[in-house]
C-alpha cells in the first residue's frame, strides 16, 4: 500500500536558523496536505498542494510540490519558538484513496 | 463556528474493558473521519464516512473496534474489549463534502486512552 516517509524525524534548531522537512511517497500522488501539531494539541491544515512543481508560500514557510509528485518539502525561514510542533505531511494517491499522514518531523527551537 | 467536538478527552481503562469515543463534527461536514495516533507517529485512518455510509474501513481492526454514524452527523467508536496497544490519541476530523480528492481536514481535540 501507499506509504508516505519523512526526514529528519527531529530537528532542535537555534532561534533565527531556517528549518526543512521532507517527505517522499512510494506512489504518485493526486495532491499532498500539510499539517501542524503543537506539543499536547491536535493536528491544524496549513496548506494542499496540487500541481506538478508547485510552490506556494505563507509568511515564513514555503512549501513545494516535487515534478513527479512523489515528494515535497516544507521550509520554514527564520524560525521563531512559535514554530515549535510536529509538522505532517499527508499523501493521497492519484485514484482518490484516503490520505495517508507521515510519521512527522518535531521542530524545537531555541531562543 | 465551532469546532469538531470530542469527548471524553482522557479515559484510562484495563484492558479488556471496552471504552467509546463521541464525536460531533463541524456543522453541516458531510465527511467525518476516526484516527488513530500512537505515540510518535502520524495519524492513521481507522474509518472515514460519507454523512451515514462508510467510504472506508480498511485499517479498522473489526474484531474489536466498531463505529458508527447512524443519523449522519455525530459518531461514536467503541473498542470493546482493549488491549494494551490500544493505548493512543483518538482523532476524530470532518470536511465540508468529502468528494473523491480530499479536501481541508478539521481535526478535534482528541481522546487520549491509556489501557492498563
Known amino acids: 500500500g501507499q506509504q508516505v516517509m519523512q526526514i529528519p524525524q527531529y530537528q532542535h534548531v537555534q532561534e533565527g536558523e531556517d528549518f526543512t522537512t521532507y517527505c517522499n511517497s512510494s506512489t504518485t500522488l493526486s495532491n499532498i496536505q500539510w499539517y501542524k501539531q503543537r506539543p499536547g494539541g491536535h493536528p491544524v491544515f496549513l496548506i494542499q498542494l496540487v500541481k506538478s512543481g508547485e510552490v506556494k508560500k505563507q509568511k515564513r514557510l514555503t512549501f513545494q510540490f516535487g515534478e513527479a509528485k512523489k515528494n515535497s518539502s516544507l521550509h520554514i525561514t527564520a524560525t521563531q519558538t512559535t514554530d515549535v510542533g510536529t509538522y505532517f505531511c499527508a499523501g493521497q494517491g492519484e485514484y482518490g484513496n484516503k490520505l495517508v499522514f507521515g510519521a512527522g518531523t518535531i521542530l524545537r527551537v531555541k531562543s | 463556528e465551532a469546532g469538531v467536538a470530542q469527548s471524553p478527552r482522557y479515559k484510562i481503562i484495563e484492558k479488556r474493558q471496552s471504552v467509546a469515543f463521541w464525536c460531533n463534527p463541524i456543522s453541516g461536514h458531510a465527511t467525518l473521519y476516526w484516527y488513530q495516533q500512537i505515540l510518535g507517529q502520524g495519524p492513521k485512518l481507522l474509518i472515514q464516512?460519507?454523512?451515514?455510509?462508510?467510504?472506508?474501513d480498511s485499517q479498522l481492526p473489526k474484531d474489536r473496534f466498531s463505529a458508527e454514524r447512524l443519523k449522519g452527523v455525530d459518531s461514536t467508536l467503541k473498542i470493546q474489549p482493549a488491549k494494551l496497544e490500544d493505548s493512543a490519541v483518538y482523532l476524530c476530523a470532518s470536511s465540508p463534502s468529502g468528494g473523491r480528492y480530499q479536501e481541508t481536514q478539521y481535526f478535534g481535540p482528541g481522546t487520549r486512552l491509556l489501557v492498563l
Open positions: 464516512f460519507q454523512n451515514n455510509g462508510v467510504v472506508d
